[in-house]
C-alpha cells in the first residue's frame, strides 16, 4: 500500500517554473514506476511524465518533452516534476500516480494508487 500526497503547485506566470512534489507513504515507494498526470478544466486526464522505479528510465509526453523533467529519490520517498517555460495551456490539476508496469506507463488505468493532487495555474 502506498499513499501519496501531491504539494508545489500554485499560480506562475507564463515562461515560468515550478517544482512539484510527491511524496509517498510507505516502504515500497522504491519498487514502484511512477508517472505524472494531469487534468485540464473539462478535459480528460493525460499523460505528462513516467519514471521507473529505480530513476533508470524516464518517458514524457509530447506536450512536456524538453520542458518538464520527471525525477526521484528513493531514500526520500519522493518524486519530483520539474516544469519550465509553461504555458497557460499547462493550466490543469497534477497527479502523481503509482504502480504501474513500464510497458504501461502512459495509460492511467494500470496505476494502483493516486494522490490527491495539486493545481497548477499559468496565467499569460
Known amino acids: 500500500q502506498v499513499q501519496l500526497v501531491e504539494s508545489g503547485g500554485g499560480l506562475v506566470q507564463a515562461g515560468g517554473s515550478l517544482r512539484l512534489s510527491c511524496a509517498a507513504s510507505g516502504r515500497t515507494f522504491s519498487s514502484y514506476n511512477m508517472g505524472w498526470f494531469r487534468q485540464a478544466p473539462g478535459k480528460e486526464r493525460e499523460f505528462v511524465a513516467a519514471?521507473?522505479?529505480?530513476?533508470?528510465?524516464?518517458y514524457y509526453a509530447d506536450s512536456a518533452k524538453g520542458r518538464f523533467t520527471i525525477s526521484r529519490d528513493n531514500a526520500k520517498n519522493t518524486m519530483y516534476l520539474k516544469m519550465n517555460s509553461l504555458k497557460p495551456e499547462d493550466t490543469a490539476v497534477y497527479y502523481c500516480?503509482?504502480?504501474?508496469?513500464?510497458?504501461?506507463?502512459?495509460?492511467?488505468?494500470?496505476?494502483?494508487?493516486w494522490g490527491q493532487g495539486t493545481q497548477v495555474t499559468v496565467s499569460s
Open positions: 500516480a503509482a504502480g504501474a508496469a513500464w510497458a504501461k506507463r502512459d495509460s492511467q488505468r494500470f496505476y494502483d494508487y
Open positions: 519514471i521507473s522505479w529505480n530513476g533508470g528510465s524516464t
